[in-house]
């Protein structure tokens, strides 16, 4: 079992970055999927990015496709999002996600592992 916890959120105007990272727990982090998905009050958790095992392999949103980048560093047992060109429609708390599976699925309840969300706010 994994254990997951993101930091980085923050306050920041409209055209920011901000970069979110995600730190695990336990000796097998490099055999797991990874996934950020983000959720306002309301409104069902949505996909954002996630990178395979390897880091190979990355996926995007089309809201975040070329602003957003996802990373993952095995050694250090973290995975990252890097936010650029920040948009108000971003702000929402942002979760990390781990999924045993080889390819990384876009749909949130597919992932049993989660971490505790860091809020991020873009201000216009």
């Known amino acids: 079992q994994v254990q997951l916890v993101e930091s980085g959120g923050g306050l920041v105007q409209a055209g920011g970055s901000l970069r979110l990272s995600c730190a695990a727990s336990?000796?097998?982090?490099?055999?797991?999927?990874m996934g950020w998905f983000r959720q306002v009050l309301g409104k069902e958790r949505e996909f954002v990015s996630a990178i395979t095992w390897s880091g190979d392999n990355t996926y995007y949103a089309d809201s975040v496709k070329g602003r957003f980048t996802i990373s993952r560093d095995n050694a250090k047992n973290t995975v990252y999002l890097q936010m650029n060109s920040l948009k108000p429609e971003d702000t929402a708390i942002y979760y990390c996600a781990a999924d045993p599976n080889l390819i990384p699925s876009t749909i949130w309840y597919q992932y049993p592992y989660w971490g505790q969300g860091t809020q991020v706010i873009v201000s216009s």
């Open positions: 336990g000796p097998t982090f490099s055999n797991y999927a």
